[in-house]
């Protein structure tokens, strides 16, 4: 993803990477003060039994994704990884969404996988994330967060998921595919996987059952400070800020804002409430995104815990509504 806007607030220096052209960030200081979905929330009781991760499985799911190596589409790394992915869900109800790829570099075969648990409610929460890793970089770059800790993490809430009732809505998880650009980001060459998944549900009918689209990027930074993300719809960033509150994580939430060009923009494009979880701030101004040094000593089991216990929150606070 990349940085599409930044509204500077608490924090300062972030910009675009050396990856992206300057043209991709733009401060506001005339803005600098928008109303944030943080104010005006207090926390709220959870019920003792409320779902929550095991952030040490979670951790070593991030571990093995990072042993494939680099991941970009169509590598070595991106095939087990995939086989990796059927393994871990055998148990699951999973749909392979294959879709073609014409890149600036050639044509590639993509697939999105979903992995579905049944609810009572009428209405889908999806939680997704994805799972390539940047096709132009070295096969150094091993995208221990920026791939790795999107793919760890709803494995995780599929096991905390697996085998229990649930009474509130179906939850879909979701695998993204070829996020990451082949050549340079551009709307064209970027978000392969969901522009083709979000045109495929709404067609089929099943965008307009969606109640969110909860993404889940670069949620592995040891130092987690997590953006009140622009492009996110307004409710679900509220919800989000809730989630982080009733779990008394809020000091790792919306200390700054940032508009992200990400998995989630396909799908609020056709009307789909969407919310991206995303830390892009990883590393002294965001120095270890798109680069070799993103690697698992850079990350923290607690940082899976703070988003994934947030999303699961998230869901508990959807299924109220
Ligand atoms: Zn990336």
């Not at 393994?87 to 109800?93: G, T």
């Not at 695998?175 to 089929?204: C, I, N, P, Q, V």
């Amino acid at each position: 993803m990349i940085v599409a806007g930044l509204v500077l607030s608490a924090m300062l220096g972030l910009g675009c990477s050396d990856k992206q052209p300057a043209a991709t960030t733009e401060a506001a200081p005339a803005q600098t003060d928008p109303q944030s979905a943080a104010d005006g929330v207090t926390p709220t009781p959870m019920p003792a039994d409320a779902l929550r991760i095991n952030p040490d499985r979670a951790f070593k799911y991030n571990k093995e994704v990072v042993a494939f190596g680099s991941r970009p589409v169509a590598s070595v790394g991106h095939k087990k990884l995939e086989e990796y992915l059927i393994a871990k869900l055998k148990k699951d109800d999973v749909e392979i969404d294959k879709f073609p790829i014409a890149s600036p570099v050639g044509n590639y075969t993509g697939r999105n996988y979903i992995a579905k648990f049944p609810g009572k409610k009428d209405g889908i929460i999806v939680v997704a994330g994805h799972y390539d890793t940047v096709f132009s970089l070295p096969k150094a770059f091993v995208g221990a967060n920026d791939g790795g800790s999107s793919t760890a993490l709803p494995l995780e809430i599929a096991d905390v998921l697996r085998g229990k009732p649930n009474s509130g809505y179906s939850i879909w998880l979701v695998w993204t595919d070829a996020e990451e650009a082949f050549k340079t980001w551009t709307a064209d060459d970027s978000l392969y996987g969901t522009r083709h998944l979000a045109a495929k549900w709404k067609e089929d009918g099943t965008a307009a059952k969606i109640k969110a689209f909860i993404l889940v990027d670069m949620i592995g930074d040891a130092d987690l400070d997590i953006q009140e993300e622009l492009n996110s719809t307004p409710a679900l960033r509220k919800i989000e800020y809730q989630a982080a509150s009733d779990l008394g994580y809020q000091s790792h939430f919306f200390r700054a804002q940032m508009a992200v060009e990400d998995d989630h923009l396909p799908f609020a494009k056709i009307g789909v409430p969407v919310v991206d979880v995303i830390d892009l701030d990883y590393g002294y101004n965001n120095v270890f995104h798109h680069s070799v040094d993103d690697t698992l000593d850079k990350e923290s089991p607690k940082s899976l815990q703070i988003a994934g216990d947030t999303v699961l929150e998230m869901i508990r606070l959807l299924d109220l509504q």
